[in-house]
């Protein structure tokens, strides 16, 4: 059965660093969401993306955030400058049809 | 604007006894909502999910969920829990217009008694 991937599972940077968090959705999905999981808390959405352009997105995605979608296979979050705040999981989503939404296994970031 | 409140951050049953998940969600427009479990270290898997017709509705790994709009309730259940259940649990709404995004509850986990 078809999955999303994400990588890596765990990535520590230095405070004030860039990341980048991939994500291969499911091929003949169309929908692209991030979310993020501080330890503890509940899942929050960040970013909705379709048609290679940002559809929706929440207050946390602020403008150390961007996302993009480089080919035809990947969707990518990047942070530009850490925060300690950052740390969290953040999960990739993909959809067919704007319904359900299928969930990778999360990239723990860590930020010291 | 929509949210969803889930009863109980912790519920335990025992090994065999039925599991009661309690949701409750808001919602400005017809809900879609959902069920998510996560296993410890692991990604959200869709249990089950509710659009429109039948407002009861069959999951995976035998967990069905009532949807009543009358309470704004979308309880799961599941009528003999087994062990392998243990995980958290989230209950989880979007819109049925614009690009769906998801707000989820701060889930409850299920731990199952042997």
């Known amino acids: 059965e078809p999955e999303v991937t994400q990588t890596p599972s765990h990535q520590v940077t230095q405070m004030g660093q860039e990341v980048i968090l991939r994500c291969v959705p499911i091929?003949?999905?169309?929908?692209f969401y991030w979310y993020r999981q501080i330890l503890g808390q509940k899942v929050e959405f960040l970013v909705s993306?379709?048609?290679?352009?940002?559809?929706?997105k929440s207050e946390i995605f602020d403008d150390q955030f961007s996302v993009e979608r480089p080919d035809g296979s990947n969707f990518t979050l990047k942070i530009r400058s850490t925060k300690l705040e950052d740390s969290a999981m953040y999960f990739c989503?993909?959809?067919?049809?704007?319904?359900?939404?299928?969930f990778g296994p999360g990239t723990r970031l860590t930020v010291t | 604007a929509q949210s969803v409140t889930q009863l109980g951050s912790h519920v335990s049953v025992s090994e065999g006894a039925l599991v009661l998940l309690r949701c409750n969600y808001s919602s400005s427009v017809p809900p879609y909502l959902f069920w998510y479990v996560q296993y410890p270290n692991q990604g959200l898997q869709l249990l089950l999910k509710y659009t429109t017709g039948a407002t009861l509705v069959k999951g995976i790994n035998g967990f069905e969920a009532e949807f009543k709009k009358s309470e704004t309730s979308f309880h799961l259940t599941k009528p003999s829990a087994h062990m392998s259940d243990a995980a958290e649990y989230f209950c989880a709404v979007s819109s049925s217009g614009g690009y769906q995004k998801v707000t989820f509850g701060t889930g409850t986990k299920l731990q199952v008694i042997p």
């Open positions: 091929s003949n999905h169309l929908y």
């Open positions: 989503a993909s959809s067919p049809s704007r319904v359900e939404q299928y």
């Open positions: 993306f379709y048609n290679n352009e940002i559809s929706e």
